[in-house]
């Protein structure tokens, strides 16, 4: 059965226009590649962009890890959906919520909204049954370790990736209180290892600490979360294959606002796109993937 739903799932995007058509985009040839979407919140928006340039220039990975907004885009990626597909879920107010543009009224949130939006955008599917390989990160609230989300149901796991603490309630999935898996893997390099990556790709969206004044005490308590998540990232994708990284918030402050992260991710990829090529064929991976 879960075959058979994932055949119709693909069909039904195919029908709608949902999927890209890019030839020699999956070619077989070499270590298998991850892309691995980082964390960010607001910043989350250039990861389709990213999707974007990847798509049109014909790199489909093997692999696909996400972290908190990383994860959203990703499993959307995974399920076969194309950017500008993923740039209209987007704007949906449950994913709007889990980057932190809706807050909770009162108390601990839920993301039960973000949760009902991955599960029907994916078809009702397991995380094993997407067309590409994929894993959300999140961690583990009672031992602080990373938990790599790659099988079971994509909704919770994916919630469970965004639950930011403090603001959201854990996300319990096989008797673990899981929570945002910007806490232990920001930049989830070392995930797509683990699932048999041989070349990866990290895309770091994240605030830096400078990005904003410190004005009061949840200023100073979101202060702590980046400068903590930060320094996570500069251990982390040091062991990336190959990296970009997007000033986001430089982007977002000149005035163009959100609209202007799409295509930010784009030109970053764009712009890396021949120095990315090189690195691969020096990994000995051998894809049919035009030049721009």
Excluded at 210 to 236: S, T, Y
């Amino acid at each position: 059965m879960p075959d058979l739903l994932r055949r119709r799932l693909l069909l039904s995007a195919a029908a709608a226009g949902l999927l890209p058509t890019l030839p020699g985009a999956h070619v077989q040839g070499g270590p298998p590649i991850a892309v691995c979407l980082g964390s960010g919140g607001v910043h989350g928006r250039a990861h389709v962009g990213v999707i974007r340039a990847f798509q049109r220039l014909g790199l489909q990975p093997d692999i696909i890890t996400g972290t908190s907004v990383g994860a959203i885009a990703g499993v959307l990626w995974a399920a076969g959906y194309a950017a500008q597909a993923i740039e209209t879920i987007a704007d949906d107010p449950n994913w709007k919520e889990s980057s932190g543009l809706r807050l909770p009224v009162l108390g601990l949130g839920k993301l039960d909204g973000l949760r009902e939006l991955i599960t029907r955008r994916t078809g009702g599917l397991p995380i094993e049954a997407l067309a590409t390989r994929f894993a959300a990160l999140a961690t583990d609230l009672d031992s602080g370790q990373p938990v790599i989300l790659d099988r079971g149901p994509a909704g919770p796991a994916v919630a469970a990736s965004c639950s930011v603490p403090l603001r959201y309630e854990p996300v319990t999935i096989n008797d673990r209180r899981l929570v945002d898996g910007a806490l232990s893997a920001p930049v989830p390099v070392d995930a797509a290892r683990q699932l048999g990556a041989g070349f990866t790709i990290a895309i770091d969206v994240a605030y830096r600490p400078d990005d904003e004044p410190i004005r009061g005490i949840g200023d100073v308590a979101f202060q702590m979360f980046h400068i903590m998540v930060n320094r996570l990232i500069a251990e982390q994708i040091v062991r990336a294959d190959f990296a970009i990284r997007l000033d986001a918030h430089e982007i977002m402050s000149g005035g163009a606002g959100l609209s202007a992260l799409v295509g930010a991710g784009d030109e970053a990829v764009s712009s890396h796109w021949p120095a990315l090529q090189s690195a691969l064929q020096r990994a000995g991976i051998d894809r049919d993937i035009p030049t721009r």
